[in-house]
């Protein structure tokens, strides 16, 4: 797993992990992962600062790739 670093900012001080919705391809990650008794960031969740949290935590009920660009709207990020 990837250290605690903001997706959007880059902070590193009091990050939170959040799950977004699984697609296909993230389920299919995970299986593989279980399979072959892998490690690794999941595909799905990703590391906010408290600034952004609250706003990224509205976005969980859908796929992180769909859930990106409308968080970059609100973040008025690139």
């Known amino acids: 797993m990837r250290p605690p670093e903001c997706a959007v900012c880059g902070k590193e ?3 939170e992990l959040l799950a977004f919705k699984q697609s296909t391809s ?3 990650w995970e299986k593989r992962m279980k399979s072959m008794g892998g490690v690794g960031h999941p595909p799905w969740q990703e590391w906010f600062c408290e600034e952004h949290a609250e706003n990224a935590k509205k976005f969980t009920n859908m796929t992180l790739k769909d859930a990106w660009p409308e968080m970059k709207k609100r973040f008025k990020t690139s």
Do not use: A, L, T
């Open 13 to 15: 001080d009091g990050c």
């Open 26 to 28: 993230d389920k299919n």
